[in-house]
DNA sequence: AAGACGTGGTT
DNA sequence: TAACCAAGTCT
């Protein structure tokens, strides 16, 4: 159904949406897959120059297909939630080796990829080829939200239901990949977590929340929820030659797959760290050296990172492998580091302490 | 169903 | 400053 909301603003769109992000030129199935899972709980802004740097190291599916998983991972480095580019990389492979290079065209077989889901697969339907599918992103749930008054938690199904069945009624026939990203720009633009911009907006007449005055009571809040605190050892393990052990991290888990300093049992005190690097690593180890600790913030709970620095006499009884490597600073910088860890390589301040 | 999963910006 | 949240998906 084509209603009196899509009308008005594609109208809006057209005039003032967002028409030249980078992944809306030279636009392809790939190019708009890539953009919609680096933007998955990301801003636009952070993404744009990931993306560029990413479509010049990977410009077709097949270069991704065949790229070594760290550099995949050292593309995403400082983006997050980087399971989303171990499945971006497993989904190329899917794509080449079971669709022959092209992206399926049905939701449902799109969906069967690795971190494409309802959202997501509908929306690459809806930009890459300009087919009616419907999207429910954090932009659509707050202007559907408002517009309707749906009242709830977006996290709660029955609120998710609702807000799903009003976004499918909206979307309409045709012009579907305009009002995809029309929708999406009313949300970053006008209709916005704080201060919408209400008097400008092309739907305030429909709006069931402007109407009443609570514009600002939708979506409903998150229920808070105290966020435990975790502290960890990070072992600056330094060799002769001013090497840095670094290890793999297990595949799931936090900074899955990635590479990053050696942690510790967090159960050892600062005066047992000489003690645990030679149970752990069978390493001889000189007095640890503590250079203070930073604090690191997660989005689930607080992880205290305490860096300890500690020289090693003898390197060689840790060797090179596909989960431990010595390797210099810069030649680290390579690899797909959380960025906690990129910065405590990388900045001046932090690598004169190294 | 509810929690895990990152980081950087905003309030 | 600490909470809140952003073009969600997976388990």
Not at 65 to 83: F, I, K, M, N, Q
Request: glycine share 6%.
């Amino acid at each position: 159904m084509s209603d009196q909301f899509a009308d008005r603003l594609l109208q809006w769109y057209d005039r003032h949406g967002r028409h030249d992000l980078p992944w809306h030129l030279d636009r392809n199935a790939y190019r708009v897959w890539v953009s919609e899972i680096m933007l998955q709980q990301t801003q636009v802004t952070t993404v744009i120059l990931y993306f560029r740097a990413f479509m010049e190291r990977f410009p077709t599916v097949r270069d991704l297909a065949e790229a070594p998983v760290d550099d995949v991972l050292g593309h995403w480095s400082g983006l997050g939630y980087y399971a989303r580019a171990r499945n971006l990389q497993k989904a190329a492979i899917h794509v080449m080796e079971d669709h022959d290079g092209d992206f399926p065209r049905e939701q449902d077989q799109l969906e069967a990829l690795p971190g494409i889901g309802r959202s997501t697969a509908a929306a690459i339907i809806a930009q890459a080829w300009d087919r009616r599918a419907t999207i429910l992103d954090g932009n659509v749930k707050r202007v559907l939200a408002r517009y309707h008054a749906i009242s709830g938690w977006p996290g709660q199904t029955a609120t998710l239901n609702a807000l799903w069945r009003r976004a499918e009624e909206h979307t309409p026939a045709t012009r579907a990949r305009d009002y995809t990203q029309a929708i999406m720009d009313l949300g970053a633009l006008v209709c916005t977590r704080s201060r919408p911009d209400c008097e400008h907006c092309p739907v305030s007449d429909g709006c069931t929340a402007y109407a009443n005055g609570e514009v600002h009571l939708y979506p409903g809040r998150k229920p808070k929820k105290k966020k435990p605190e975790k502290t960890t050892w990070m072992l600056i393990l330094e060799d002769h030659h001013g090497r840095i052990l670094l290890e793999r991290r297990p595949p799931s888990g936090i900074w899955g797959g990635l590479w990053s300093l050696p942690e510790l049992d967090p159960a050892f005190g600062p005066d047992e760290l000489q003690e645990a690097c030679e149970r752990q690593f069978g390493l001889d180890c000189s007095e640890p050296d503590l250079i203070g600790g930073f604090r690191h913030t997660f989005s689930h709970y607080h992880l205290h990172i305490q860096p300890a620095r500690l020289q090693v006499a003898d390197a060689s009884k840790v060797g090179d492998d596909a989960d431990q490597r010595w390797l210099h600073r810069e030649t680290a910088l390579d690899l797909g580091l959380p960025a906690p860890i990129r910065t405590l390589l990388s900045t001046p301040e932090q690598a004169a302490l190294l």
